[in-house]
């Protein structure tokens, strides 16, 4: 399975600001995922980022508010942008396992004060 | 659409005890289904997955789950109980028409009593 090195482990922000979060891989993948897990709460999928094109975004998230990077075949961003306290989560990378599952980052712990 | 639930958020257990943490799934056709493994300021880590096959799947630390079909289960079991599995427990259910989105329950917080 591939590793991923999550940057950074976690960060106390002021609001107002942005935060930008790394993402790298071990192995090249086609796609990458960004999740968030608020307090208490289960994992909601982001966006999904192909290499070479726009990220595509569910339902609830934005561009403007989460811009993603996806520069090359390891490497992607997460940027979350004017921050404010209800932005305070776990934000976590993902990558397919090639073997029906999915190997996660050890995320981001993010407070926004 | 499909969703996945958990029942029990809080699950506690004495060390030597059966783990039995619960998951239900609602899905026109049965999906791919997943549990993952949380611990303490760690990502995620996937203890076991049905795809198809054997509706019995043994997983990583002992663990294990039966797809049963006709109860829309998925339940995880441990016949013995670790100080070191209390951590946080996801199920998860992916479609099998070959996208990647899991769509997750919304956890089980395990407590291991000494």
């Known amino acids: 399975s591939a590793v991923i090195s999550q940057k950074p482990s976690r960060d106390i922000c002021q609001r107002g600001t942005s935060l930008t979060i790394q993402c790298q891989v071990d192995?090249?993948?086609?796609?990458m995922f960004w999740y968030r897990q608020q307090p208490g709460q289960s994992l909601t999928l982001i966006a999904t980022?192909?290499?070479?094109?726009?990220?595509?975004?569910e339902s609830g998230f934005v561009i403007d508010k989460f811009p993603i990077s996806r520069p090359n075949l390891t490497f992607s961003t997460l940027t979350v942008s004017n921050m404010s306290p209800e932005d305070s989560s776990i934000y976590l990378c993902?990558?397919?396992?090639?073997?029906?599952?999915?190997?996660f980052g050890s995320g981001t712990r993010l407070t926004v004060v | 659409a499909q969703s996945v639930t958990q029942l029990g958020s809080h699950v506690s257990v004495s060390e030597g005890a059966l783990v039995l943490l619960r998951c239900n799934y609602s899905?026109?056709?049965?999906?791919?289904l997943f549990w993952y493994v949380q611990y303490p300021n760690q990502g995620l880590q996937l203890l076991l997955k049905?795809?198809?096959?054997?509706?019995l799947v043994k997983g990583i630390n002992g663990f294990e789950a039966e797809f049963k079909k006709s109860e829309t289960s998925f339940h995880l079991t441990k016949p013995s109980a670790h100080m070191s599995d209390a951590a946080e427990y996801f199920c998860?259910?992916?479609?099998?028409?070959?996208?990647?989105?899991?769509?997750f329950g919304t956890g089980t917080r395990l407590k291991v009593l000494a």
């Open positions: 993902s990558v397919s396992d090639h073997k029906g599952g999915y190997t």
């Open positions: 192995s090249q993948v086609t796609m």
């Open positions: 980022a192909n290499q070479g094109s726009e990220a595509t975004y």
């Open positions: 899905s026109s056709v049965p999906p791919y």
């Open positions: 049905y795809t198809t096959g054997a509706t």
């Open positions: 998860a259910v992916t479609p099998t028409s070959g996208t990647y989105k899991y769509i």
